[in-house]
């Protein structure tokens, strides 16, 4: 067991919901994109978590397993003058509800925050372990 | 020599500090898989173990001769389990963050009352060596 694997699990974890806010914040940005590189509609981006363990079993904190994209029906507007509109008039939007995603921005900073509390009391523990046997 | 710093009360502190330091580190694996599906957290026994080790009538290895390895086993630890018995959740996680964050403070404070009480513990010895001078 490596010494600052404590550390290295608190930040498996702070990385992890860090990309949990980056793919939030692209999906609330992108709550209106009709087109993307690949030229079609984007759809909302949601990341997989998998625990990462030791050969011997021993929990070693959490990774990113995937990056999914939803795959549900698109939202359709009628705005026969967006340059996206299909021969109906039809616009496609990303179908993303701004209320999940903003309960999700909750739950993935209230678990970065436990995240950096988990590591700061390790990091105190290690400080006070460096005390023993002094004066 | 050996006797001095490897006494009974020494070795069971530090058993039980690297029994803390594991707790942290569990701990912090299940923080970081708050939001993993399907993810059961992980507990470390340590204190029950110890315990059922203390009740035990007889220990392990008989001593009959004073050079004989020392009644406490080496072997003696903490044992990392994983909690299926429970979920929180749809997903089946069974995370309780307040739980964690709760056991996280007690095994903080108890990591520093087990430093301090090795620190008085060499302090003894300190004394002791230096002939109760100060």
């Known amino acids: 067991m490596k010494m600052f694997q404590t550390m290295r699990t608190s930040a498996s974890g702070l990385a992890a919901e860090r990309l949990r806010l980056d793919l939030i914040a692209s999906n609330i940005a992108n709550i209106s994109t009709t087109r993307t590189e690949s030229g079609e509609l984007y759809r909302r981006k949601t990341a997989v978590f998998a625990a990462e363990l030791a050969k011997s079993g021993a929990g070693q904190g959490v990774r990113v397993a995937a990056i999914e994209e939803q795959q549900t029906d698109p939202r359709w507007e009628y705005d026969p003058t967006h340059p996206d509109a299909n021969a109906d008039g039809y616009v496609a939007y990303p179908n993303i509800n701004l209320l999940q995603e903003m309960t999700d921005l909750i739950t993935a900073t209230r678990a970065y925050e436990a995240n950096v509390t988990v590591l700061n009391a390790g990091k105190s523990m290690f400080l006070k372990a460096l005390e023993i046997g002094r004066g | ?134």
């Not at chain 2, 020599?1 to 530090?14: A, E, G, I």
């Not at chain 2, 939001?35 to 080790?53: D, H, I, S």
């Open chain 2, 1 to 134: 020599m050996n006797k001095l710093l490897n006494d009974r009360t020494s070795l069971v502190l530090q058993l039980a500090l690297n029994a803390a330091a594991e707790r942290q580190r569990v701990t912090a694996h299940n923080v970081a898989n708050v939001n993993t599906p399907q993810f059961k957290r992980q507990v470390v026994l340590f204190e029950e173990k110890l315990k059922q080790a203390l009740q035990e009538p007889e220990l392990p290895l008989a001593r009959t001769h004073e050079r004989h390895l020392d009644n406490i086993p080496r072997t003696l630890g903490h044992e990392v389990i994983t909690d299926n018995s429970t979920s929180m959740r749809t997903d089946g996680n069974n995370v309780d963050i307040e739980r964690e964050m709760v056991l996280l403070s007690m095994n903080q404070l108890h990591f520093n009352a087990v430093t301090q009480a090795l620190n008085n513990r060499y302090s003894i010895f300190r004394y002791v060596i230096q002939e109760g001078r100060r």
